[in-house]
C-alpha cells in the first residue's frame, strides 16, 4: 500500500490513502521523510519513494505552472 504523507503534527504524521488519514508516529518514519513525500510499507519498515515522490512534485508543479500562465490577463 502506498501513502501520502500529508502533514506533520507534533509527534505524528498524517498519512492519506485512498483518501482516508491515519496518524502515525513521526519517530517510525525515516529521518529525511517530508510533506509530500510518498511511502510504502515493508517487513523492515517505511520507505520513500524517491521516484515516485519526484515525478509527482514535477507534474504539479507543470499543472501549476500551466494554471498560473492561463490566469495572466
Known sequence: MIYTIDRFEGDFAVLEHDGGFTDFLR?????????????????????????DTDSRRQALAERRRRLLEGNQS
Do not use: F, N, Q, S
Not at 518514519?29 to 517505511?46: K, Q, R, T, Y
Open 27 to 51: 519517530d517510525k518514519l525515516p529521518p529525511d521523510a517530508h510533506e509530500g513525500d510518498l511511502l510504502e510499507w515493508h517487513d523492515d519498515g517505511w520507505h520513500i519513494l524517491r521516484e
